[in-house]
């Protein structure tokens, strides 16, 4: 069975310039998750979708960042504009009604 | 708010056994989680054990959960060179909402 896939994996950008990352969750996976984790962190949530339903977005920087998951599968998360302190790896996740939580292999993103 | 705190380090032998341990102030956690990281790799489910148990093994890996005194450890037997990594531990309510520690670099020495 296939893991939690994201693209791309690096990313480098200047900043003010937008960007976006794509995950695609494992199948059957109901919930899914994006994760910013900064270096010599923990990750922490960004917001949690229920199918196509956004359930925790509280952390989510409003101004500048947006996330959709139009079909309940595929998620897509961006930074417009982008700064300096955006520079972290983004991290999807994804479950199926339970605790198991698997992650992606992350997207590491510069802003320069 | 919710706090789980672990040591930044631990250096161990190879051959033998890695604890990992964990402190959480959450009395409503529900679960409690091991992630392992690798370099430049996201983050691998270790295991992860109900707040309503004591212990649970794995192969290798024992987890002991003590709730009266919130903490949480991970024993790792034989450690060899590939258990090299940081170990995360997290938290989580009954909504499955992740509190996470800052990780423990293990550290192999030959």
């Known amino acids: 069975e296939a893991g939690v896939v994201q693209s791309p994996r690096y990313k480098i950008i200047e900043k003010k310039q937008p960007v976006a990352f794509w995950c695609n969750p494992i199948s059957g996976h109901n919930t899914l998750y994006w994760y910013r984790q900064n270096l010599g962190q923990g990750p922490e949530l960004l917001i949690r979708y229920e199918n196509e339903e956004a359930v925790d977005d509280s952390q989510l920087p409003k101004d500048r960042f947006s996330a959709e998951r139009l079909k309940g599968v595929d998620s897509t998360l961006k930074i417009q504009p982008a700064e300096l302190g955006d520079s972290a790896v983004y991290l999807c996740?994804?479950?199926?009604?339970?605790?198991?939580?698997?992650f992606g292999p992350g997207t590491r993103l510069t802003v320069l | 708010g919710e706090d789980v705190e672990q040591s930044l380090f631990l250096s161990v032998r190879e051959g033998d056994s890695s604890v990992i341990n964990c402190t959480y102030t959450d009395s409503s956690s529900t679960y409690l989680y091991w992630y392992k990281q690798e370099p430049g790799a996201g983050l691998q489910l270790l295991t992860y054990i109900f707040s309503n148990m004591d212990m649970k093994q794995d192969q290798r890996l024992t987890v002991l959960l003590n709730k009266k005194d919130k903490h949480l450890s991970l024993r790792i037997a034989d450690t060899q060179t590939g258990d090299s990594a940081i170990y995360f531990c997290a938290e989580s309510n009954s909504n499955y909402q992740l509190i996470w520690g800052a990780g423990t670099k293990l550290i192999i020495k030959p």
């Open positions: 996740a994804s479950s199926l009604d339970g605790p198991t939580i698997l």
